[in-house]
């Protein structure tokens, strides 16, 4: 039986499992209609990886880079179908139309579209490009298209020099842009930023103001203000723009996008988080800086997983951002804080320490006691944070630690200015008042007056609410908070 068995197997076949072209083209369609383009991309390149010559292939693929705003590449795929692998697929004209409408090359989308009609006059698409057709007649005469090609070589050549950091060029190529375009709001947008990151900020702002005066409510004008006001440490402006932006619920992509970059620059990452989340939900593909600002957002909002997904697709674009991760910034600004003179920190990097380390690793810690500053206050929270079984602790201090997860659980990472304030509070009055028992009241009153002072629009109302707390007792301790902050 053995040696029968032994002969068998000698004598079987192996059958290599390589899938078809096929296979993966009806996946890709399974999941192009479930409505994963990010699947159906990957599905549908390895098929004309596969089969290079079948043309359906190519023409699905091409369907998907256009629907994923890939305008370029899809491009290229329907030209190589039109010409190499099926010149009767007469339907690649339309979406040729429709792509380079969108890239704003006015001339080849007319092209295209005629051609489509030449070709098909009782098409599918008929009446689609038949609009679009009138679309372009009436928003642009002939000499109109030769601009507008124009000046997309113009700003993609003020882009390139921007990001070379070339500032002095790009203005040069930005003023004559302006000057031929009065209305072509993008180039007054980046030839502010040309100046500021020259060191010009009032001629950068004074050309935002000339913006939003001749176009109000340009969004990239906007958030490019609240850009210049953190730059300039003007906490009020920047506290002030970004509550009237938290109200904006722009429609289209790139707006969503600046919008989320904007709000996680200048650190409120909840509001970035919101749009860069949706973002990314959406299967949208971004460049490097859409990932890196989705990771930040993300691990300062507690999603960590995420944010770690995103931070690859950071290194995979962009190498050389390798240590720059959120979490190695977050480790520098603790050891910053434990190493500073300020008592507020030096709590809130101990406070942090015990909330990111486990048991053990906080024992590891244990040697931090022997070297942090002498003050009396930091060296009974270190005991208590790192000796919680050796000493009994006094009600203060467990008090401060109580009130500081009720913020903790209640916020989000990046509000750390608001943490530090609870500490300044209490280290300041310690020394009269020896109780802080009532956790809720002193978290509530510190958020309220911190939020305050930043400029937003909270009411001791809903901060009660937040709290479960009543507003008079809100009111009682804010009064308290107001003294000792």
Same mark, same amino acid.
């Not at 000698?10 to 078809?20: R, T």
């Not at 023409?59 to 256009?66: G, I, N, P, S, Y």
């Not at 329907?78 to 139309?97: Q, W």
């Given at each position: ?20 072209? &096929? ?21 549908? &390149? ?35 179908? *039109? ?50 057709? &009138? ?108 509550? &009237? ?100 920190? *030096? ?77 300044? *509070? ?60």
């Amino acid at each position: 039986m053995g040696k029968q068995l032994k002969r068998k197997r000698s004598a079987a076949k192996v059958i290599p499992f390589v899938q078809s072209g &096929e296979y993966y083209f009806k996946k890709g369609l399974i999941a192009y209609k479930r409505g994963d383009l990010a699947r159906a991309k990957k599905y549908l &390149e390895r098929a004309v990886q596969l089969n290079g010559q079948e043309a359906m292939f190519a023409f699905q693929l091409a369907v998907v880079l256009t629907e994923l705003g890939e305008y370029q590449a899809s491009n290229q795929l329907f030209l190589t179908v *039109v010409h190499e692998l099926d010149p009767e697929m007469s339907e690649c004209f339309y979406f040729l139309a429709h792509n380079y409408a969108h890239l704003g090359l006015f001339r080849e989308a007319m092209n295209h579209a005629q051609t489509y009609l030449e070709r098909e006059p009782d098409g599918e698409f008929l009446e689609e490009i038949e609009d679009l057709i &009138e679309l372009l007649s009436i928003e642009y005469e002939d000499d109109e298209f030769i601009s507008q090609e124009d000046l997309i070589v113009k700003q993609e050549k003020a882009r390139s020099l921007l990001e070379k950091g070339d500032f002095p060029a790009a203005i040069e190529v930005l003023e004559a842009m302006v000057a031929e375009y009065p209305e072509f709001w993008s180039a007054y947008n980046n030839l502010a930023l040309a100046y500021f990151y020259m060191g010009n900020a009032e001629k950068a702002q004074s050309i935002i103001n000339e913006v939003l005066e001749k176009n109000p409510g340009n969004l990239h004008a906007l958030c490019n203000r609240l850009v210049f006001f953190h730059y300039l440490q003007d906490e009020a402006e920047v506290a002030r723009l970004t509550e &009237e932006l938290a109200c904006v619920h722009p429609f289209l992509i790139d707006q969503r996008y600046k919008l989320g970059a904007t709000f996680a620059l200048v650190g409120r990452f909840d509001l970035a988080f919101k749009w860069l989340h949706h973002l990314y939900k959406m299967r949208f593909h971004g460049d490097f800086l859409f990932y890196y600002w989705l990771a930040y957002s993300a691990y300062y909002t507690g999603h960590a997983r995420l944010a770690k997904t995103a931070w690859e697709k950071v290194i995979d674009l962009s190498p050389d951002k390798k240590g720059q991760e959120p979490w190695g910034v977050f480790e520098e600004k603790i050891k910053r804080w434990m190493n500073g003179a300020n008592i507020a920190e *030096v709590l809130y990097g101990l406070y942090v320490i015990s909330k990111s380390l486990n048991a053990d690793e906080v024992k590891a810690y244990i040697h931090v006691r022997e070297t942090m500053e002498q003050h009396w206050l930091v060296r009974e929270f270190i005991d208590y944070i790192l000796l919680p079984a050796q000493a009994v602790a006094p009600l203060y201090i467990v008090d401060a630690y109580a009130v500081m997860d009720e913020l903790w659980e209640k916020n989000v990472l990046a509000d750390e200015k608001m943490y530090i304030a609870w500490f300044h *509070v209490f280290a300041n009055a310690v020394d009269v008042l020896r109780n802080f028992s009532n956790y809720q009241a002193w978290a509530a009153a510190i958020e309220y007056v911190w939020r305050r002072n930043q400029g937003e629009s909270v009411t001791q109302k809903g901060i009660g609410e937040k709290y479960s707390i009543s507003l008079s007792t809100v009111q009682k301790y804010v009064k308290q908070v107001r003294k000792w902050l």
